[in-house]
């Protein structure tokens, strides 16, 4: 390099350092200003403002402002809702180990956790909570009465609450409740296994390689379905190592690209593969999420399996938790992720917002790549499934007793009045209990709208507003009189996708979460589309070997 070009070299990387540098304190100096002023706001608003502010709260209201303008990932937990934050991680919380919801403004239990002290003492699905610790509840949320039950394991919690109608106290002893990242696995068919993933905390790859294991070498599994649909994700190494089950060390899974180096990182398989050839489907849909995007997107950019089912999220982003002061942690967005084809799946572009809300990415932009066999596939909008199954809608009828709690009242009342029940793959709602239910509706208030009576009043409007609808009232009648819905035959139209709900939150009462899972399978059209696929290797491998013509594009 002779002595002119080193001059020029040296002049440009002065003028870039001094743009840097500058932009470095221009923001250092945005910074402090508006922390001068911000705590300026908080102190006068704290002395002056006429009602008690309530410090804590005012800065929490503040701070989660400031960090939803961001993205919903972005989150802060003060110490208060530390137990929270380790539930995230760990699967693990200290508390009583049970679902609860609200029902007007009572909170009751919607189901205990198996094996852990609130069904242990007792407490069973309806039971309407009155008092913990000696405490009121009434219109209490479901996020106080769920701090007032969680605490330190190995201490206790009186919980009053209602049965029929009837008083009762329980003092159950917190415990440490892990929920297990694997509810259920076992055979669909003598050589078909299944395993269902539900979360990715620290211990989902240890839970989901004992299954893997368990199935294929004492139970005779020759192929795989496995469930990530409603897995919401979770840590990114677990993502990784789960993958690692089917693929050899050294393979990229996922790499992860943020605003500092630091988070550049490859993410690779670190062992072995426990099998690099066993047959596998993945099951999707809208909300399966990031950690699963990652397993799912690898699994078919590496044409190391099928993918059924519906689009995933749309959840490319990666979040690191910093401790703060006082035990409050900041769950913050710190990089994107693309897997191995080179595609990021992220949906909705944080950074443009319009009318407060994210953008999603326009399918004109979204760019074409391809997996490891040449099958095209593309960026943004999640995971396309290489089989689309989607579920069809719940007539609106079903719809409207599942939200009204007829469904759920009615197996409650039947497990209290019934002490066992047959195994949970096995049960029916058959004629003489459908017809039981049926009469318990009898008298109750499941109104509902049908999509043809919505149209219909959306034809009568539009009809008005053009002065039409004198001329059209008679025929307009009539009309509305033969769509107007009857409930007593749309309870027997609709009555195999009611009896279905209705079978699963019966067994739900005896066999929990894992007997509510195997009790949903056989009827399950994406599962059955998934044994299809694994029980006819021409297809499989059809699947796997489409190819699109043309180059690769990035």
């Given at each position: 390099?002779?002595?002119?070009?080193r001059i020029g070299l040296v002049a440009v990387l002065g003028v870039s350092f001094f743009f840097y540098s500058s932009k470095l304190a221009d923001d250092y100096f945005e910074i402090s200003k508006n922390l001068d002023i911000f705590a300026n706001i908080y102190k006068q608003?704290?002395?002056?403002?006429?009602?008690?502010?309530?410090?804590?709260?005012?800065?929490?209201?503040?701070?989660?402002?400031?960090?939803?303008?961001?993205?919903?990932?972005?989150?802060?937990?003060?110490e208060s809702e530390i137990e929270d934050y380790r539930f995230m991680t760990t699967g693990?919380?200290?508390?009583?180990?049970?679902?609860?919801?609200?029902?007007g403004d009572r909170v009751m239990v919607a189901e205990p956790y198996e094996g852990f002290p609130a069904q242990k003492n007792g407490l069973m699905a309806g039971d309407i909570l009155l008092k913990i610790d000696g405490k009121d509840l009434t219109g209490k949320n479901t996020s106080q009465i769920s701090s007032l039950l969680k605490g330190q394991a190995k201490t206790d919690v009186e919980v009053v609450y209602s049965r029929d109608g009837e008083e009762s106290t329980a003092t159950l002893a917190r415990e440490n409740i892990k929920i297990k990242d694997v509810p259920y696995y076992g055979m669909l068919t003598d050589k078909v296994g299944y395993i269902k993933l539900t979360g990715f905390t620290e211990t989902a790859s240890s839970e989901f390689v004992a299954a893997f294991k368990d199935l294929k070498n004492n139970q005779g599994m020759e192929s795989l379905v496995f469930d990530l649909r409603g897995n919401g994700g979770g840590l990114l190494n677990e993502a990784v190592n789960i993958v690692n089950v089917f693929v050899d060390r050294g393979q990229e899974v996922v790499y992860t690209r943020g605003k500092l180096k630091e988070w550049d990182r490859s993410h690779r398989a670190l062992n072995n593969a426990i099998d690099k050839d066993i047959p596998i489907v993945v099951l999707i849909n809208g909300s399966s999420a990031?950690?699963?995007?990652?397993?799912?997107?690898?699994?078919?950019?590496?044409?190391?399996?099928?993918?059924?089912?519906?689009?995933?999220?749309?959840?490319?982003?990666?979040?690191?938790?910093?401790?703060?002061?006082?035990?409050s942690q900041l769950k913050v967005t710190v990089a994107k992720y693309y897997i191995p084809s080179g595609r990021c799946i992220q949906k909705l572009d944080y950074s443009k917002k319009s009318n407060g809300k994210a953008t999603e990415v326009p399918d004109s932009l979204r760019q074409t790549f391809y997996t490891k066999g040449g099958r095209p596939v593309k960026d943004g909008k999640g995971i396309e499934p290489d089989v689309e199954v989607e579920l069809p809608d719940a007539a609106n009828i079903t719809a409207s007793l599942v939200g009204k709690d007829f469904i759920f009242d009615f197996a409650t009342e039947y497990r209290r009045s019934h002490d066992t029940l047959i195994p949970a793959n096995k049960f029916v709602v058959g004629d003489d209990l459908y017809g039981e239910f049926v009469q318990y509706l009898d008298g109750k208030d499941y109104d509902y709208t049908t999509r043809s009576e919505r149209l219909l009043e959306q034809f009568k409007e539009a009809s008005e507003k053009d002065h039409y609808f004198e001329q059209l009232k008679e025929e307009y009648e009539e009309l509305h009189s033969k769509m107007s819905h009857n409930?007593?035959?749309?309870l027997q139209l609709?009555?195999?996708?009611?009896?279905?709900?209705?079978?699963?939150?019966?067994?739900?009462?005896?066999?929990y979460q894992t007997g509510r899972i195997e009790n949903s399978l056989s009827l399950d059209i994406q599962v059955n589309k998934a044994i299809e696929v694994l029980e006819s290797p021409e297809e499989y491998k059809q699947i796997l070997t489409a190819k699109k013509s043309g180059g690769k594009e990035k």
């Open positions: 390099m002779n002595k002119r070009m608003l704290n002395i002056y403002y006429v009602d008690d502010t309530q410090p804590g709260q005012l800065m929490k209201t503040g701070i989660d402002a400031m960090l939803e303008s961001l993205d919903p990932y972005t989150v802060y937990y003060p693990e919380y200290g508390g009583i180990g049970a679902l609860i919801r609200r029902r990031s950690a699963s995007e990652i397993v799912s997107g690898t699994i078919q950019d590496l044409d190391r399996g099928v993918l059924v089912g519906e689009r995933s999220f749309g959840k490319g982003l990666v979040q690191q938790t910093k401790p703060l002061s006082y035990n409930k007593s035959e749309d609709h009555q195999e996708e009611i009896r279905e709900i209705l079978a699963n939150e019966i067994v739900s009462r005896y066999f």
